[in-house]
């Protein structure tokens, strides 16, 4: 069993900047796939980041590409979403999620999932 904790969110202006991490219990961290998505009161879960085991495959949504970048480091089994250029439609709580298989995918057909971290951004 992998368990996802997220840490790094809060409350930021708009135009600012936060960085979430995701620290993982597996010992097998490097053949996860790591994904980051968001989910707004009322909305469906979203997609936002999502890492290959090495690190060498990113993939973004379309409304945060440019301003968010995704990394790992494989030695601190953690991901990280650092998130810039903070607007108030960016608010939502933000899930950490993991694949087993190692595919890399946009869908929220991951295996693992984090409790979640709130990220609130004010006008």
């Known amino acids: 069993q992998v368990q996802l904790v997220e840490s790094g969110g809060g409350l930021v202006q708009a135009g600012g900047s936060v960085r979430l991490s995701c620290a993982s219990s597996?010992?097998?961290?490097?053949?996860?796939?790591m994904g980051w998505f968001r989910q707004a009161p009322g909305k469906e879960r979203q997609f936002v980041a999502a890492?290959?085991?090495?690190?060498?495959?990113?993939y973004y949504g379309d409304s945060v590409k440019g301003r968010f970048t995704i990394s790992r480091d494989n030695a601190k089994n953690t991901v990280y979403l650092q998130m810039n250029s903070l607007t108030p439609e960016d608010t939502a709580v933000y899930y950490c999620a993991a694949r087993g298989d190692g595919v890399v995918l946009t869908t929220t057909t991951y295996h693992y999932w984090g409790q979640g971290t709130q990220v609130t951004v004010s006008s």
């Open positions: 890492i290959s085991g090495t690190g060498g495959s990113t």
């Open positions: 597996g010992r097998t961290f490097s053949r996860y796939a």
